[in-house]
């Protein structure tokens, strides 16, 4: 390893200019020795015998003239058993270790490994001595949690390999050698249970990307029925600040259907990530009878943590999803929220003096969003199995205005568009997502014709809506007025849902399409009512059957008696 | 002895520079000047090349004024006596008392480990029904007061201060008119409470930089405080005139503006100093309440705009009252499920349906005939106003939830609220059934 070395000329913010000697890599890691602490940094720019780094600590205490040390590496994560469960920072430091070494505070220069060394883990090999086998090839399993983590030859190995020797099954920790391989050129290289990889690189050794065609359900019905997400897609929300996003967040990760959630907290509050942290040790799900925690990764760059590592985080997380989608499993990954890491990006061009864009946005952030968004995706593994990474981003959008560029680049490339509204938030409509302004391109968990229907209700009842504001009342008539109500009858039972109730807060697809119906029931009807008052009157108390319904466990009698109330009410209104 | 130097060879702005070596990021200088001395920070470093930020301004330095480098960055004492005194911006007394240099800590420190923090979950009574029912305040919460100029925002931050059951009070004034500061302060004597409670002014006639100071000194001696199991309350005022320092700053630096002038890491910078509040694992706790006035009354600017996603919630003070639709207390959820059961119910409905009043009032100013919807709404609008959005009022929550029952049973039926059937049965004032 040579030894490379290089001396501080500069500081700036985070912000470091460094001279060298020898060679350098774009994108090298390297670190500053400030007074005895190691400060990382990554190489952003280089220029004749001076690099330009950005340091993922305070730059506070740096002097020109102190050491730098290059790494000769790109910035990279650890896979390996014992990921799932933690919370990393941004370069992957798991922060309990942290917080036992240095207490309440982040102690600066404080690099911990990030898989623990001194557990031990029931390795069983699944090759032997003779096997030919190649970059991504399974040698060997250990159960971590519910999964079977498989331990995979390094990614980032070309050729093809001969097994050599294989460890007999046992308990080991990750660095002891379970393997040894053998290419055509009579190398020999080691296996152990952990590798690296450059967290800005995609991992692509799957044998083809496929269309995503499955819903990924995530028990929200105004999203699995009329803005729904597939396993392998990507969908963003958008919103401006007190809309809902975090709950949505929160709820997603909580109740959605894959096999492991990551949830990326970038630039966001610290008092989020705490709730996740503290809660789903306590939460169960009900998919496997274990804690959430146990499916969970919470990578943590909260907005007071280094702005340059929280452009790191997301690249973190994203590697850590792809790495376990090569196991065949589904990842759904939330990145909370893409605007900082945008801004992240925004103030290193500003130091780096680069031609500002769009309110000062460096004009590359578009192919980064699009590069980012484009690592998810359903994947068919050379076992032939699947495997997937759903990317889910928050955008917080300056003044909520979505003409922006973090939004506009991010709806470019999303296969669903969940907006978020300050008008429905203020008036309490929870989830806020806009039903007009919202798209999905993915298959709905009902009829996707009836969908379209209900949809075209919708959007007529907010036109009448309009249209009384100007006109009154009065001046509408009894059909578009019963329009308006069934309109605003589908926002209350359907669309809203209470995130924060048990039963209300989960609504299973069976449940969903099962409302969905009886919903159609209303919207299709031809209601013989009588005067305004009446309408009113009969829409209030149909929904407050609907809404004492949504509130009642499935599979009961007080449910069942509910159907039948409500649909003796819908009945009896009907045209003869 | 750290070498004196003077020659200074550029002065732009606040922002100075010299040639020195063996200078680190951040470090003090003290300048001395004919008109006195001035600390001053570093803030770039280009080979030799020192730039600095001179606390006190640069007018009437003098290119040969004498700069001696201290060796370390921004102190501020955190000992117990600090209790009952009066700082400005750069931890210079205010008060006449003796200078304070024991138990130094660094002001800005590194962030807490989010590891180390626990979910918040003890309200703060306040007796005022906007904040208790509808946007509960919680301990370790960062609140902004969103608000014009004009506003009665110290009134309101001063009361809060006064109710809340709190070991200590930081308060940090920022570009604060003097009239502003006295009051804050004699408020805060007349209620006894000036003894626990450290003040930093700012004022608006003071050097701009030492305005940057205020908050990273109050949070320091805050978080000093919270490591040994206080709950300190720090209240700032006005943040905007922060991000304005900010701003004047990093265009004298000649950094790209990214909005209206303002720095792209505004929102770093903001959030840098929000994410003190805390409460600990084993520790005490920071409470933060921020006035940020709102220049135009918009909230898009992007000072309120970039606070807005800082922080868990806001108070939107408006026409002297708190707005019931831009108020938000994120961590609401986290006590009032604990409180009593129909405070969620209450909060959500009487919102909704103020909300319809507002749009039936709309209606009416355009002349249309009112239904009789739109009357019970009209009706209803004017009891919330006057029952549960009077800052003036101190009632218990409790009370102040039967006020909310009592004011939609003068109004609705029963069902036209919206409300589930098992809530009607249990909380319904009877009375009123009768009446209907």
């Not at chain 1, 309490?428 to 229907?453: A, C, G, H, M």
Request: overall charge negative; proline content about 4%; aromatic content about 8%.
């Amino acid at each position: 390893m040579p030894d490379k070395k290089g001396r501080v000329t500069g500081v700036n913010g985070n912000l470091v200019r460094v001279r060298f000697d020898e060679s350098v890599l774009q994108n090298e890691v390297a670190t500053i020795n400030c007074k005895g602490t190691q400060l990382k940094g990554e190489v952003i720019r280089i220029r004749g015998q001076e690099a330009e780094m950005q340091v993922f600590e305070d730059t506070s205490g740096v002097s020109v003239g102190d050491e730098v040390a290059f790494t000769d590496d790109l910035l990279s994560v650890e896979l390996g058993p014992g990921i799932l469960k933690q919370v990393y920072d941004g370069l992957q430091n798991p922060l309990y270790k942290l917080a036992e070494k240095s207490g309440f505070f982040l102690e600066r220069g404080l690099y911990l490994d990030p898989i623990d060394r001194d557990v031990d883990w029931d390795y069983s090999p699944t090759v032997k001595v003779g096997d030919s086998v190649k970059a991504g090839d399974t040698v060997g399993t250990v159960p971590e949690g519910i999964f079977k983590h498989r331990v995979m030859i390094p990614f980032s190995w070309s050729d093809t390999w001969t097994v050599t020797w294989v460890v007999d099954p046992g308990s080991y920790n990750v660095d002891t050698v379970v393997c040894k391989v053998k290419n055509s050129k009579g190398q020999e290289n080691d296996v152990t249970m952990v590798q690296k990889w450059p967290i800005k690189k995609p991992i692509v050794n799957y044998k083809e990307k496929v269309l995503p065609v499955d819903t990924l359900v995530t028990k929200k019905r105004l999203i699995d029925s009329f803005f729904p997400v597939a396993r392998g897609g990507t969908f963003c929300t958008p919103g401006p600040f007190g809309a809902g996003k975090t709950v949505l967040q929160h709820s997603l990760s909580q109740h959605s259907e894959a096999d492991i959630v990551i949830v990326a907290a970038c630039g966001e509050r610290a008092g989020e990530v705490v709730e996740v942290l503290r809660e789903f040790p306590h939460l169960s799900d009900p998919r496997t009878g274990k804690t959430l925690m146990d499916r969970t990764i919470i990578i943590c760059n909260t907005s007071s943590m280094p702005v340059a590592a929280r452009e790191a985080s997301v690249y973190t997380a994203v590697t850590l999803a792809e790495y376990y989608r090569q196991m065949g499993l589904h990842v759904l990954l939330l990145a909370d929220s893409t605007s900082r890491w945008a801004q992240a990006l925004r103030e290193m061009s500003g130091r780096l003096e680069e031609i500002p864009g769009e309110e000062a946005f460096p004009a590359y952030l578009e192919s980064l969003i699009a590069g980012f968004y484009e690592r998810a995706g359903l994947v068919e593994l050379d076992d032939g199995s699947t495997g997937s990474v759903t990317i889910g981003g928050t955008v917080s959008p300056a003044g909520g205005n979505f003409e922006e560029p973090v939004t506009q680049g991010t709806l470019k490339v999303v296969g669903c568009f969940l907006g978020l509204s300050r008008a429905r938030a203020n008036a309490r409509r929870f989830p806020s997502i806009d039903p007009l302004e919202s798209w999905s391109k993915y298959k709905s968990v009902v009829d996707n014709d009836q969908v379209t229907t209900a949809r075209s209700i919708l959007k007529r009842s907010h036109d009448v809506h309009q249209m009384m504001m100007v006109v009154g009342e009065e001046g509408t008539s009894n059909d578009d007025y019963i329009i308006y109500q069934k309109g605003e009858f589908l926002d209350a039972v359907y669309l809203q849902q209470d995130t924060f109730d048990d039963v209300d807060g989960a609504c299973s697809v069976e449940r969903q399409q099962e409302v969905f119906n009886t919903l159609m029931m209303v919207l299709t009807a031809k209601f013989a009512l009588g005067d305004k008052d009446k309408i009113r009157t009969y829409f209030n108390r149909l929904r407050q059957l609907f809404i004492d319904w949504n509130f009642i466990a499935s599979g009961t009698e007080a449910y069942d008696e509910k159907v039948k109330l409500i649909e003796a009410m819908i009945k009896e209104a009907q045209d003869a | 002895m750290r070498k004196v130097y003077n020659r200074i060879l550029q002065i732009a702005g606040n922002v100075i520079m010299l040639e020195a070596q063996n200078v680190a990021s951040g470090e003090l200088a003290m300048i001395n000047s004919r008109h006195g001395a001035s600390l001053a920070q570093v803030i770039r470093l280009d080979q030799d090349q020192v730039y600095l930020q001179v606390f006190a301004g640069s007018r009437g330095l003098s290119t040969g004024d004498e700069v001696r480098f201290l060796g370390h960055s921004m102190q501020v004492s955190s000992s117990p006596k600090l209790l009952g005194r009066i700082f400005n911006g750069s931890g210079v007394p205010r008060d006449n008392g003796p200078e304070l240099d024991e138990a130094l800590i660094d002001i800005g420190g590194p962030s807490v480990n989010p590891a180390k923090r626990i979910i918040p979950e003890n309200m703060i009574r306040t007796g005022i029904p906007m904040i208790d029912v509808f946007n509960t305040l919680v301990e370790s919460q960062k609140l902004p007061i969103f608000s014009i100029p004009g506003e009665p925002y110290n009134e309101l931050l001063a009361r809060i201060a006064m109710q809340a059951e709190v070991d200590v009070i930081i308060l940090g004034g920022m570009g604060v008119k003097y009239d502003d500061y006295l009051y804050l302060r004699d408020t805060l004597d007349e209620h006894g409470a000036l003894h626990k409670s450290v003040l930093f002014i700012h004022t608006a006639a003071d050097p701009v930089v030492e305005c940057l100071l205020v908050p990273d000194m109050c949070l320091a001696v805050a978080e000093a405080y919270a490591v040994e199991g206080k709950r300190a309350l720090v209240l700032l005022t006005d943040f905007t005139n922060f991000a304005d320092a900010l701003k004047e700053i990093a265009i004298t630096m000649e950094q790209i503006p990214s909005n209206r002038g303002y720095p792209g890491d505004l929102y770093s910078q903001l959030a840098a100093r929000y994410e003190k509040a805390v409460d600990f694992d084993g520790a005490g706790s920071i409470t933060i309440l921020a006035v940020t006035t709102m220049p135009g009354d918009d909230v898009t600017h992007p000072v309120p705009d970039n606070t807005g996603y800082i922080t868990e919630g806001q108070f939107y003070l408006k026409g002297g009252k708190i707005d019931p639709f831009g108020s938000l207390s994120r961590l609401k959820q986290n006590v009032n499920k604990v409180t009593r059961d129909d405070h969620r119910t209450i909060m959500d409905t009487m919102i909704r349906l103020y909300a319809d009043c507002l749009e039936s009032r709309e209606k009416q100013s355009m002349g249309f005939r009112m239904s009789t919807w739109d009357t019970k709404l009209l009706q209803y609008g004017d009891l919330f106003e006057t029952r549960m959005m009077d800052l003036s009022k101190n009632v218990a929550l409790e009370d102040a939830l039967d006020d909310g029952w009592a004011a939609l049973a003068e109004c609705f039926d029963p069902e036209e609220t919206g409300i589930k059937t098992d809530m009607l049965e249990k909380f319904w004032p009877k009375k009123s059934e009768a009446s209907n």
